[in-house]
């Protein structure tokens, strides 16, 4: 089991968001986590990587073996935890090449590997650059300062290439995309999907999940899982939308 | 020697005026000159008057003295600094080296001057006090270096210094290199500079002030006047970097004047001391003059940086650009104040003044006050002013790539 959430309760400003919420994946595995406004998609993501505005307030999550909320974020990220963002964040001044050589580094000494130096980095960049089909003056340029809302998207999908993470969690990262880079996007993390690596989508709409083609389906609403399935869930939420799973599921209550 | 002062002060602050009065009698004492001493009686006769400015002035509302005056620094002095001891200090480039310990001009520490260049020359300020009649231009702007109260002081305790001169269309290629070591505790090291650049001529000055200790109770202070006459099409231009230690004092007036086609290019950058106050005065007084004038202060602890500017556009087609930057953490404080000044004549004047500040802590704090006075119609002028914590979303997106908080928040520090 790569990550094991238990009765995961988390809060911001006094307000319940997560309300017990269970999610296991195992290695390899893609889970999409759909769900209408407001249900803690986002609010799971950022508990996930450790954002600090919100409070766990009860649970646990195991990942690989540890206790993942005792972890600092950046802990959490060289042990190989990836968030990709809903807004990825501009830092004027500093370059995608200082940034993602720093990160990458750090990621290689917790693995017991050297660090890379200017050149080698350039040279492993390059491959991803590559594979990603991204500029070629992207590493420098400062991070995500005059990027497209696509290509700040596709510079996170980067940034999880290089730093080849055991677990990717992309926060609503369809939002804003127009149908190009959507497929860009897409395209980027069907690449780097292997058998060792596995993802939680978490999304709105259905359509990055097409493209996609998640292992698992689970419908967030109300702090808590009110459905799991396989891929056919996106197709009964298209026709049937989330009212009529809601409605199921408060009747069963 | 009458000592009626016409605002009132404390009787710390009393006493510290009676201190530097003395400090400037035992000068007066120990040199030959006539006008160099009728120099510092004039200044002894304002500063009795004047003191120290309070926090009730507006110019140093947020500077405060009041620490300043308990102490009682000293002017003579006499020190033992061996070359070993300033290797740290000096850059990894190839400058002309000048060494001024506890404000004194030290010979033998310094490279041989004798070998500079045709057409450019070097005296101590000490020296030129010497040559009868050499003095005048010392106090060609007397007037307007005393009406600042570092400037009195100076005029006060002027001990020594340099004057620098660069002949017509003489280039200097190797930087001069200014050294100014504070060696012992409990010193004033006053430095009285005079730099000429004669038509087309070109420099590079780089001044660095450090002390020879970092412990706490090593408190000295520095206080420079310098005075640049940059001539017609003539090129200055100057880096200065301020890491005295955290106990000191520093203080600096610059007088600039610049003539005709002239370009003048200055950073500063405020590291050290506990109380530094770096100002340029700069007087554009020919047509078509460029200048730049930025800066860069680090604080943190209890030390406040005080950097500030007065621009005077007096003729047409005159160009400034400044950039005054701060990063204050803990409880520094940063205190900017600039200036430009457009004369009436000043037509097609270009002035642009950027003031930009990060806070790292919510104790840090950083007083800023952009001016713009216009008296020309047809100008070009801006000034803006932006103060900013450091922003958390960034510091998370870095550490959600890996990268630990502390070095998230360099990071971004430096990119600033």
């Known amino acids: 089991m790569l990550l094991k959430v238990e009765n995961l309760q ?21 889970h999409a986590i759909m769900g209408p406004n407001g249900a803690g998609k986002s609010t799971l993501a950022s508990v996930l990587a450790g954002r600090d505005d919100y409070e766990v307030t009860a649970g646990t999550v195991d990942f690989d073996g540890e206790d993942l909320l005792e972890l600092a974020p950046d802990e959490r990220a060289r042990k190989g935890l990836f968030l990709a963002f809903q807004y990825p964040v501009e830092i004027p001044g500093v370059s995608n090449k200082l940034f993602m050589q720093t990160a990458l580094n750090g990621v290689r000494a917790e693995q017991g590997l050297p660090p890379l130096d200017m050149f080698d980095f350039d040279e492993y960049a390059k491959d991803k650059i590559e594979l990603l089909n991204m500029r070629d003056d992207l590493l420098e340029r400062s991070v995500n300062v005059g990027f497209s809302g696509g290509e700040k998207k596709r510079n996170d999908i980067f940034q999880m290439a290089l730093l080849a993470p ?88 | 020697m009458s000592k009626k002062i016409i605002r009132k002060i404390s009787p710390m602050a ?70 070993d001891d300033l290797h740290a200090f000096l850059p990894p480039y190839a400058v002309t080296k000048v060494v001024f310990v506890d404000g004194w001009f030290s010979e033998e520490l310094s490279d041989d001057l004798s070998g500079l260049p045709k057409g450019v020359s070097f005296e101590s300020t000490r020296d030129v006090f010497e040559v009868p009649g050499a003095t005048d231009q010392l106090f060609r702007h007397e007037d307007i270096i005393n009406k600042t109260p570092f400037g009195i002081l100076n005029s006060l305790l002027m001990a020594d210094g340099y004057y620098l001169q660069i002949s017509a269309n003489t280039v200097l290629e190797t930087p001069i290199f200014v050294l100014y070591v504070q060696s012992q505790a409990n010193q004033m090291a006053t430095v009285r500079n005079h730099v000429v650049l004669e038509e087309n001529a070109e420099m590079t000055l780089v001044e660095q002030f450090v002390s020879l200790s970092a412990d706490e109770s090593f408190k000295g202070c520095t206080n420079v006047v310098t005075e640049m006459d940059i001539a017609k099409s003539a090129r200055m231009k100057q880096i200065l970097v301020q890491q005295q230690n955290h106990s000191s004092y520093y203080f600096n007036n610059q007088f600039i004047f610049q003539a005709d086609q002239s370009t003048f290019n200055t950073f500063y950058t405020g590291l050290g001391s506990l109380i530094s106050r770096h100002q340029n005065h700069l007087f554009m007084d020919g047509e078509h003059i460029e200048n730049r004038q930025n800066s860069a202060c680090l604080g943190r602890g209890q030390q406040t940086m005080d950097s500030r500017t007065n621009t005077q556009h007096n003729q047409v087609w005159g160009k400034s650009q400044q950039l005054h930057k701060y ?74 790539r890996g990268i630990r908080r502390s070095k998230a928040i360099e990071m971004i520090t430096q990119s600033f």
Not at chain 1, 209 to 220: F, T
Not at chain 2, 51 to 60: G, H, K, L, Q
Not at chain 2, 331 to 349: E, P, Y
Request: charged letters at 25%.
């Open chain 2, 327 to 400: 990063v204050l953490d803990d409880s520094a404080v940063g205190v900017f104040n600039g200036m430009i000044r457009v004369d009436r004549l000043a037509q097609k004047t270009d002035g642009q003044m950027d003031n930009k500040n990060l806070l790292l802590s919510t104790k840090a704090k950083v007083d800023c006050k952009p001016q713009l006075e216009i008296y020309a119609d047809d100008v070009k002028c801006s000034h803006g002013s932006a103060t900013g914590q450091i922003n958390q979303d960034q510091i998370f997106y870095l550490q959600a």
């Open chain 1, 166 to 253: 055991k677990l990717c969690i992309l926060d609503e990262t369809d939002s804003g995309l127009d149908i190009d880079a959507l497929g860009l996007v897409a395209n980027g993390i069907n690449t780097l999907r292997s058998p060792d690596r596995s993802f939680i989508v978490v999304t709105h709409y259905q359509r990055l999940l097409n493209y996609i083609k998640p292992d698992y389906v689970h419908v967030l609403y109300d702090g808590q899982i009110v459905k799991s399935g396989g891929f056919e869930l996106v197709h009964e939420l298209e026709e049937f939308g989330y009212d009529g799973i809601i409605q199921k599921h408060e009747q069963a209550q």
């Open chain 1, 10 to 30: 988390a809060q911001i400003d006094e307000k319940q968001i997560l309300k017990g919420l269970n999610l296991e994946v195992k290695a390899g595995e893609v």
């Open chain 2, 14 to 83: 009393q006493q510290a005026v009676d201190h530097y009065i003395e400090q400037s009698l035992l000068l007066n004492a120990a040199f030959t000159n006539d006008k160099v001493i009728a120099g510092r009686q004039r200044a002894q006769a304002i500063f009795a008057q004047q003191a120290f400015p309070v926090s009730r002035d507006e110019d140093w509302k947020y500077t405060k003295l009041t620490g300043f005056v308990q102490n009682r620094f000293e002017s003579l002095s006499q020190h033992s600094v061996k070359l």
